[in-house]
Structure formats: structure tokens, C-alpha cells
């Protein structure tokens, strides 16, 4: 008619994608959820190879046995209470041959307490006889890989199970004789003494 109106065209053909969004903020954390059982306990492990170490003292001897991971923290003589005084210590000691006195220490004796070095006392045809009026050696040992020592009285082998033990050394359970005032504990003295 006038020209200006004429029948819409066919559609165009789409254009190309847009380009992403940027991303939004994050949203606010969600409540927690209920916590689950817990699950069943797994096997046991297997036994450390390399883990703690552990010191003992081997009463007898100047050295320490010559056993892997075993070595030698200082050596002396044995030392505790006179065998015929009711007080003092029952405990036997390690102390060092050549003492390194504190500066501050005194050697001064005020009869509080008497530290006394021990000897062998062996009757004649015991297992140690010739030994008797020698001084006891005892060295003091650090094991490394072994966190656990025990001394175990009547025998000389040590448990296989359940973590199979490793013999230090062997010997003589000894203490001091029943008819003494002074009481004294059980200590394993090294089979082949030192004097």
C-alpha cells in the first residue's frame, strides 16, 4: 500500500556464545553433619625395630657384653651400705673409679651416711671360689633399639614370645648374707667376673 509495511523477513541466523560470566562470591558454610560410627580397629602392627632405648648396669664386669647396639656408658666399682649398720641405702651403685667431685661438694663425713665399696664374700667350693676380698667392678650399658630390660632370677635364657628378648648377659644371683643387719636387693652378677 504505501510502502512501508511489509511482511516481517525470515528469522536471522543465531549469533555467536557470549563470554562466561565472572564467578560469584562463595556461599555461607552448611551445617555440619552427624558424625558417623566408628570404624573397626585395624590388626596390630608389627614390633618396632629401632624404636627407645634402655641403660642396666653389669654388676662383675668392666665392659658391657658385645652385643649389637649395645655400648659402654662408664665403668667402676660397686659401692652400698656397710652390710652390718641398720640404716643407709639398700641399694648397690655404680660409681666411677676416679670420682669428679661438684665444686661445691664436700668429702666431709658428718655420720649421716656411709657409702662403702663392695667385695666378693664367695664361701669355699661355691662357683666363685678364689674371688672373695676383691673388689665387684659394674659398668653401666645404654642398648639402643631395645626400650625394655628385665633380670630374670632362675634362668638363663630369656622369653622367645611374644617379643622375642635378647640375652644381655648371664650369671649368679647374688645379695647380701642372711645373718647382716643390712638389707640389700638381688642383682645377677656376670657369670665370669672381673676383679
Not at 63 to 91: E, K
Request: aromatic share 10%.
Amino acid at each position: 500500500r504505501d510502502g512501508r509495511d511489509g511482511m516481517p523477513g525470515p528469522p536471522g541466523t543465531p549469533g555467536a556464545p557470549g563470554r562466561d560470566g565472572e564467578d560469584g562470591e562463595d556461599g555461607e558454610a552448611g551445617i555440619p553433619g552427624v558424625r558417623g560410627p566408628p570404624g573397626p580397629m585395624g590388626p596390630a602392627g608389627l614390633l618396632g625395630t629401632n624404636g627407645g632405648s634402655t641403660n642396666y648396669v653389669r654388676w662383675g664386669k668392666f665392659t658391657c657384653p658385645s652385643v649389637p647396639g649395645t655400648t659402654l656408658v662408664y665403668s667402676g666399682i660397686t659401692a652400698g651400705s656397710w652390710h652390718d649398720f641398720t640404716g643407709g641405702g639398700t641399694n648397690y651403685i655404680c660409681i666411677p673409679e676416679v670420682p669428679d667431685y661438684h665444686p661445691e661438694a664436700t668429702t666431709v663425713n658428718n655420720n649421716l651416711a656411709y657409702l662403702y665399696g663392695t667385695e666378693y664374700a664367695i664361701g669355699n667350693g661355691q662357683a666363685l671360689d678364689g674371688y672373695g676380698s676383691q673388689n665387684i667392678p659394674c659398668s653401666v650399658c645404654h642398648v639402643s633399639g631395645r626400650p625394655s630390660q628385665i633380670m630374670i632370677p632362675g634362668t638363663y635364657k630369656c622369653p622367645t614370645t611374644p617379643y622375642n628378648w635378647t640375652v644381655e648377659y648371664t650369671g649368679w644371683l647374688m645379695s647380701g648374707h642372711y645373718g647382716h643387719k643390712g638389707r640389700t636387693m638381688y642383682t645377677c652378677l656376670d657369670k665370669h667376673p672381673d676383679v
